[in-house]
């Protein structure tokens, strides 16, 4: 089976903001769906934090960017 490039690149982005949330005390959760304009929402005891993760190439190596929403 061929593996999609970049879907895989930006799957692997997400993990790691999912990792990275999860260690700070958030809980992250994924959309049941792939039409709304964010990749996962990170919750605490202050509220919910809807995130888009973009993910960009640099000389060396990747670039991850978040853009959060209220």
Avoid: W
């Avoid at 692997?12 to 809980?27: A, R």
């Avoid at 000389?59 to 991850?64: E, H, K, P, S, T």
């Amino acid at each position: 089976m061929k593996i999609h490039h970049t879907k895989s690149l930006g799957d692997l982005g997400v993990l790691k903001v999912q990792c990275n949330l999860f260690e700070q005390g958030y809980i992250p959760c994924i959309p049941l769906t792939e039409h709304v304009p964010y990749d996962l929402v990170a919750c605490n005891e202050n509220g919910c934090k809807r995130i888009q993760v973009k993910i960009g190439r640099r000389a060396q190596g990747v670039c991850l960017l978040l853009e959060q929403f209220r």
